[in-house]
């Protein structure tokens, strides 16, 4: 889902006030460093917090799964 930086930013800090403590990310959403900076803001520690990321395949593997 496309969001603009500051929304990303402003979204991901009101979910963690709001208790949210999973977030997904991926280079292709290109949400990572605001999500980071997100809980970096949030003054939650780390280890509440669970984030996934998807890793693209290697093109030479596209097709697989």
């Known amino acids: 889902y ?8 402003e979204l991901c800090k ?4 709001w208790r949210r403590r999973h977030f997904d990310t991926a280079q292709m959403y290109g949400n990572e460093a605001e999500v980071g900076e997100a809980i970096r803001q949030s003054g939650v520690t780390r280890e509440e917090i669970f984030v996934s ?3 693209p395949y290697p093109p030479s593997r596209s097709g697989f799964i």
């Open 2 to 9: 496309a969001l603009s930086t500051l929304s990303c930013l």
């Open 14 to 17: 009101a979910l963690i006030q």
């Open 53 to 55: 990321r998807c890793q």
